[in-house]
């Protein structure tokens, strides 16, 4: 299996950027598809963007496309996302999480196996 800790959250105007980072431990990295999702106050947890295990294909919720983009390093066993043009409903908690399954790439929660804790973002107006 794989853990899964991210980090890079905080507190941003509207308009402005920040980049998130989950850093994976254990299980061969590259072996999991991976993404991003998130989760507001009273809200479902939702997509955000996807990569598959090479990382040459994504995808990406209409929300955000455009404006964030999914990477990963392999050889440094990290998941990014790049988040630009902030909103404040971009506001809520954001997970990384790994998939086992072998498409290129996935957009619903259920379809993925591990969790990070999550780290917050809250885009002021």
């Known amino acids: 299996q794989v853990q899964l800790v991210e980090s890079g959250g905080g507190l941003v105007q509207a308009g402005g950027s920040l980049r998130l980072s989950c850093a994976a431990s254990?299980?061969?990295?590259?072996?999991?598809?991976m993404g991003w999702f998130r989760q507001a106050p009273g809200k479902e947890r939702e997509f955000v963007a996807a990569?598959?295990?090479?990382?040459?294909?994504?995808y990406y919720a209409d929300s955000v496309k455009g404006r964030f983009t999914i990477s990963r390093d392999n050889a440094k066993n990290t998941l990014y996302l790049q988040m630009g043009t902030l909103k404040p409903e971009d506001t809520a908690v954001y997970y990384c999480a790994a998939t086992q399954r072998v498409g290129a790439w996935y957009t619903g929660p259920t379809e993925y196996d591990y969790w990070g804790q999550g780290t917050q973002v809250t885009v002021s107006s």
């Open positions: 990569i598959n295990r090479s990382g040459y294909s994504t």
């Open positions: 254990g299980r061969t990295f590259s072996t999991y598809g």
